[in-house]
């Protein structure tokens, strides 16, 4: 065994970690600092942290400690953090995963991946998951285009993942759309404003009317003709009379 040991593993806790993990981490621990067999026990003890040496001797009772195999410590240990489960169960719990609503799909199969450990599929577990994916998907769209098509599981989620990305793209255009449309309306309005104000002091030569365009269309009740309104008709005795008027009201203001 080495002198100086190489990395540092720490304590296990319970409630940050999993104790299949943390002895995986162990495992690698003592095969970086070629710790021989003898010694592997002894280095488990000293790594674990005084709350699980305590935990382990009751566990152990009436035999101690030490005087147990690493082997045998490991299998105690993955024993009582991890107790045996139901396959059952597990593939209920699987069977029963969808996507959930701000879940990204790969983030979906990566859960997928982690409940189907504890369901002893074998060889089945490349359909599983991809059934589970397609299953799962909350994404009607996504999920009717990998119905249509028979592939592996590799295959079902790179489409999935194509389908995603395209239906993200769609959204940010279809969301950024509207607001285009609205300057345009916007635009639309501001020159009709500005097209009102441009006649607001303009006396129409149709009606004498003020603030309002031309109606080159207007018939005359008077004499028939287009292009102004009886008011101003030249043949309208008092057209003079609305013309001073309008005048009086223009100095007045």
């Not at 002198?3 to 999993?18: A, C, H, Q, R, V």
């Not at 990566?110 to 599929?121: E, Q, S, T, W, Y």
């Amino acid at each position: 065994m080495t002198t100086f040991m190489i990395g540092s593993l720490g304590p296990f806790d319970e409630t940050k970690g999993d104790i299949n993990g943390y002895l995986l981490r162990l495992e690698h621990y003592l095969k970086v600092n070629d710790v021989e067999s003898i010694y592997r026990l002894f280095v488990l003890l000293a790594t674990v942290g005084p709350e699980l040496v305590s935990l382990l001797q009751d566990l152990c009772s009436p035999v101690e400690v030490d005087e147990t195999s690493y082997q045998e410590l490991t299998d105690i240990q993955v024993n009582h953090f991890k107790p045996a489960r139901l396959i059952i169960d597990e593939r209920f719990k699987f069977n029963t995963r969808v996507q959930q609503q701000e879940e990204s799909i790969s983030e979906f199969v990566v859960a997928l991946n982690h409940l189907a450990k504890r369901c002893n599929f074998g060889t089945f577990l490349k359909d599983a998951l991809r059934d589970r994916l397609v299953c799962g998907i909350n994404d009607s769209h996504i999920q009717q285009r990998l119905r249509n098509a028979e592939s592996n599981c590799d295959e079902t989620l790179k489409k999935a993942l194509m389908l995603e990305e395209a239906s993200k793209n769609a959204n940010i255009f279809s969301a950024s759309e509207p607001t285009f449309v609205n300057k345009i309306q916007a635009n639309k309005n501001a020159s009709k404003f500005n097209d009102y104000n441009k006649y607001e002091s303009v006396q129409c030569t149709v009606c004498s009317k003020m603030g309002h365009s031309r109606y080159a269309v207007i018939k005359c009740n008077l004499c028939s003709q287009k292009g102004h309104l009886r008011s101003m008709c030249p043949k309208n005795p008092k057209k003079n009379h609305y013309k001073s008027d309008i005048h009086m009201v223009t100095e007045e203001v």
